[in-house]
Nanobody, 115 residues
Framework: QVQLVESGGGLVQPGGSLRLSCAASGSIFSINAMGWYRQAPGKQRELVATITNGGNPNYADSVKGRFTISRDNAKNTVYLQMNSLKPEDTAVYYC?????????WGQGTQVTVSS
């Protein structure tokens, strides 16, 4: 079983920053990529960013230039640095691990951007 534990969420003012972390553990044989998704109330879950084992990042247009995804392969951990946060970034952020056999999801961490 693979476990993904997110941390770093919270309440922040517009224009502020947060850094999310996601640590993977358990029966991990190989990882192709890791990523972040988010889901706001009443909306579908959407991709925020992904990063391959080779370090190639991909971002949603809505966060490009503001968010940075990175990973520490030795720790099986992925990070999401979120800058210039906007109220529309408010959502539960989920970590995702991509393996050759499938993907796994974390429980999510709440990010609220509000004055």
């Amino acid at each position: 079983q693979v476990q993904l534990v997110e941390s770093g969420g919270g309440l922040v003012q517009p224009g502020g920053s947060l850094r999310l972390s996601c640590a993977a553990s358990g029966s991990i044989f190989s990882i192709n990529a890791m990523g972040w998704y988010r889901q706001a109330p009443g909306k579908q879950r959407e991709l925020v960013a992904t990063i391959t084992n080779g370090g190639n990042p991909n971002y949603a247009d809505s966060v490009k230039g503001r968010f940075t995804i990175s990973r520490d392969n030795a720790k099986n951990t992925v990070y999401l640095q979120m800058n210039s946060l906007k109220p529309e970034d408010t959502a539960v952020y989920y970590c995702r691990l991509f393996s050759p056999s499938g993907s796994y999801w974390g429980q999510g961490t709440q990010v609220t951007v509000s004055s």
